[in-house]
């Protein structure tokens, strides 16, 4: 089964003859990803890796059916980007896309509320669904086929960590990243309620960082889980008040208080 | 972006805000003509952007302008929390009645802008939760449509505000809100706000901004250099690194901010002190980026031994290498590298490294997973 995507599901590329979205539609076509339209203003007609370009994601849609898009565009041009995705009416929408403003993004949330479109990211590495299909950036040597779930708010280390796993002869149904942007589209929590409805996912590692209460309120959820979750925590040593890239700002007590509801909720937490 | 105490109040008088009279002083002698100015009863405030800045000395008052001297020359150049103190606000006592807290921010969780208010301040907002959870009064609002009059309304009724002071406080909620909205905050507050006999006024002023939208707002880059007091930190923000100070001995760069901190982590784990974050991003596909990055790292004088901490992925490894012996090249310092570096050609780039090492004498020490890595960057870092 697995989440989100599978080995039947059609991709398009927002971005696809930008630097980033041409060199990704390439390696995800090379794993396999059913990558079968892509768009680019002005380029319709055009192919890249032999992938028909479009002028607008609703042409690309009518064309080629798809229920999915990628989104490669630069941080100023991805809000209209993400709502051109939803007005299109696509299932899923991943995007890429580091550094949208925040009130940017509460426009994106306010919109999630009226479409039936959801979104992963923005700021994120895609998902992938080792053997069926890739939807982002994640580097195909560190994953293999099986039953484990991986969520994830970092990009590196959860490659990192998946590494370890496939090495270790673990593999997984689906890896997540759901970015690391204070307002991620779907949550922990969302993913983690897939993952304990997919059959072929047994248990479950949630990669989390320092700040927000993302890891909070997934630690809620998993009480009520009947999978067994594994859960990471990085940034624990970080000084207070400091930005450290993305989003985290350390406050120690909250990092403390979080690990005792962890340590409460009878999820193994590796310090 | 957190603006500085002095900053944030000159927005919000443009704003129509009342503040209290008062001026930046960067010597004693200023703070003595400005408190003399304002007749000789101020507050003298040091600018640092840390909490807690009056339990921790940097706020007192003064009775006559050569006590605002007296203690502007205890406060400049001093570190309060560890943060070297350039400014000091010297401004007029205000006569205060009560103290009250109104503040503004942008609920990650509900996804929605949230004015927030209490007739109890003068603590931080987290222990005013604590301790007085049924005073703390939350308007959320819709970003599409923004504040309604009527929430604001309704929500200061129910606090008991009436009169006069629910006439200011109204226009006051709007003001802050507009200041926000214009500015993109992520957050801002006036805590404490101050009843006076002549009304409302913001006694201490917070505005952070959101980093991502300051392209919309130029205005507010010329205001960023005094935000920074390491320098450090702002010539790699002029070089667009991703890097904190943190003031240890083991220097480290990864790609990724998960990455970085975890390996901060393991360093602390294994008995050492971290020098610094330092995310390279992606584009390390450009032997310039890790350059740039190793000889910043390379910069902190504290910095015994450097932590490579890559995961190529797209990167290839040949380039990372190339960057790494490019900026050694450059650096007139002889300290050890633990290179942890796994991804593409990864043979190809540690061949290079080990060429170079036999060649020039370096020392650089590869290993396989990040705790070996900084076990043996914590252990270099002792023998110096």
């Not at chain 1, 479109?117 to 895609?126: A, F, I, R, V, Y």
């Not at chain 2, 599409?144 to 929500?155: K, N, V, Y």
């Not at chain 2, 606090?159 to 200011?168: H, I, L, R, T, Y």
């Amino acid at each position: 089964m697995a989440i989100l995507v599978n080995e039947d599901t059609k991709v398009i590329v927002q971005g696809i003859t930008g630097f980033q979205g041409s060199f990704q539609t390439k390696r995800m076509i090379d794993y396999g990803t059913k990558v079968v339209g892509g768009v680019s203003p002005g380029k319709a007609g055009t192919e890249v890796h032999g992938v028909p370009v479009f002028n607008t994601v609703q042409d690309a849609v009518e064309e080629t059916d798809a229920k999915t898009s990628i989104i490669y565009v630069p941080a100023r041009f991805a809000t209209d980007a993400i709502f051109e995705a939803f007005d299109a009416g696509l299932d899923l929408v991943v995007c890429v896309t580091e550094g949208i403003p925040l009130y940017d993004e509460m426009k994106i949330h306010r919109k999630l509320r009226e479409v039936k479109s959801k979104l992963l990211g923005p700021n994120c590495p895609g998902v992938i669904s080792p053997g069926k299909s890739k939807v982002g950036l994640l580097p195909d040597r560190c994953f293999m086929p099986g039953n484990l779930g991986i969520v994830s708010r970092s990009g590196t280390l959860t490659y990192q960590i998946a590494e370890n796993l496939t090495k270790a002869g673990i593999g997984q149904s689906t890896v997540v990243g759901i970015g690391g942007d204070p307002m991620p589209g779907l949550t922990f929590v969302d993913i983690l309620k897939m993952f304990e409805e997919d059959d072929e996912t047994k248990a479950v590692v949630l990669v989390g960082e320092i700040g927000g209460t993302a890891e909070e309120e997934a630690a809620k959820f998993i009480k009520k889980m009947s999978k067994p979750v594994v859960a990471f925590i990085a940034g624990r040593t970080a000084p207070p008040g400091k930005r450290m890239g993305q989003v985290a700002r350390n406050r120690k007590h909250h990092q403390r208080k979080r690990l005792r509801r962890r340590r409460k909720s009878c999820i193994s937490v590796r310090q | 972006m957190r603006l500085h105490e002095y900053q944030a109040k000159q927005i919000f008088l443009k704003h129509g805000i009342k503040i209290p009279k008062g001026k930046v002083a960067e010597s004693p002698e200023d703070a003595r003509k400005i408190a003399e100015e304002l007749g000789g009863k101020v507050v003298v405030k040091a600018q640092v952007l840390v909490g807690g800045r009056g339990k921790a000395g940097g706020i007192k008052k003064a009775n006559s302008p050569e006590e605002a001297k007296e203690i502007a020359s205890k406060l400049l150049g001093s570190l309060i929390k560890g943060h070297r103190v350039e400014k000091v606000l010297v401004e007029e006592a205000l006569d205060i009645q009560r103290e009250y807290y109104l503040g503004y921010v942008v609920d990650k969780t509900k996804r929605m802008p949230t004015v927030i208010f209490s007739r109890v301040g003068g603590m931080d907002i987290e222990e005013l939760a604590a301790r007085y959870p049924e005073k703390i009064h939350k308007i959320y609002f819709d970003p599409l449509w923004g504040l309604h009059d009527f929430q604001i309304r309704r929500e200061l009724f129910k606090a008991g505000f009436n009169g006069d002071e629910f006439k200011e406080m109204f226009n006051l909620v709007k003001k802050l809100v507009d200041v926000a909205l214009k500015y993109e905050a992520e957050l801002t507050e006036i805590n404490p706000l101050v009843v006076t006999k002549d009304g409302l006024f913001a006694a201490d002023a917070r505005l952070n901004v959101d980093d991502n939208a300051i392209f919309r707002h130029p205005e507010l880059e010329t205001l960023r250099d005094a935000t920074e007091v390491d320098e450090l930190e702002r010539e790699a923000r002029l070089k667009g690194i991703n890097y904190v100070r943190v003031g240890g001995n083991v220097g480290i760069i990864a790609n990724g901010a998960g990455l970085a901190m975890t390996t901060m982590d393991l360093i602390h784990l294994m008995g050492g002190k971290p020098a610094n974050f330092l995310d390279t991003g992606g584009g390390l596909a450009d032997p310039v980026k890790m350059k740039m990055c190793l000889e910043h790292v390379l910069k902190d004088e504290n910095v015994k031994v450097v932590f490579v901490n890559i995961f190529a992925e797209i990167t290839r490894c040949e380039k990372v290498a190339e960057g790494i012996i490019l900026a050694l090249e450059e650096v007139n310092r002889e300290v050890p590298l633990v290179v942890k570096l796994v991804g593409t050609n990864e043979d190809i780039g540690k061949d290079m490294l080990r060429k170079y090492v036999e060649e020039k004498g370096t020392r650089i020490y590869f290993v396989d997973t990040i705790e070996d890595g900084a076990k043996k960057a914590v252990k270099l870092a002792e023998e110096v």
